[in-house]
């Protein structure tokens, strides 16, 4: 309890050290809003509804695409676990595209599928789906041997032993390459929408790409504000609980 009234009290510290900065124009506001400025764009955009529109829009295509990219991700790991010819070739391409930045997938999603869902999606997918496919790899070979010899020796093997043996052994890990797939699937999205749009389907991304464009950064820096906000409450109370309740 100390340590949450503590954090509030130092962000409390950071947005009032903020709005006397904007106050006093010690910074243009062109640069850089005031927080009662983001806070009433923030108020008027979901009292309108755009806000909660363009977030729900954007939701719906991360759910579609992170869960797209989990399960090419755990197809190609295991495909890669069992075959080392796959390890040997789609491995090593694997491990190349997952540095590779999501926003450079952007310009052949246009290509391909021009300003549409599919090319979202496209970026989405590559976006996470390496990260997935090398922890999932990692988290089946790192399950210690002795556990898979003394499940056959009690007479398991085959799909009986994945499921009893192999997957609860390697799910930490599994958890953990769904949590980073995630966050790079979330971060995907949002280059996607930046460079895609589709008129009449504005998500998250787009109202900040809008807001630079027309030079409204209280539009621009409150969307930056609801992007952390569901990562951070994603983060809390998504992945956070999963691993205490595997715990």
Sequence with gaps: MKTRLLAIFIFAIFIGCWQVVCALKWVSPILLPSPF??????????????LLSALGVTLSRLAIGYVMGLIFGISIGLLLYHSF???????VVALGLQTLPSVCWAPLALLW????????????????MWAITLSTKEAITSVPPIYVQAARVMGSRGFHAWRTVVFPAALPQLANGAR????????SLMAAEIYVTIISRFGVGQLLHFGR???????????????????????????????LKHT
């Design 180 to 187: 980073m797939g995630w966050a790079f699937a979330w971060r």
């Design 37 to 50: 400025d983001v806070g009433k764009y923030l108020i008027s955009s979901m009292l309108d509804g755009v």
């Design 113 to 128: 599928f021009g300003q549409s869902e599919n090319a979202m999606y496209f970026v989405v997918i590559m976006g996470s």
């Design 85 to 91: 010819l796959a390890r040997s070739t789609l491995g």
């Design 213 to 243: 464009e027309l030079h409204a950064m209280d539009q621009a820096v409150g969307v930056m504000v609801v992007i952390v906000l569901v990562g951070f409450l994603s983060e809390k109370f998504i992945f956070t609980r999963c691993k």
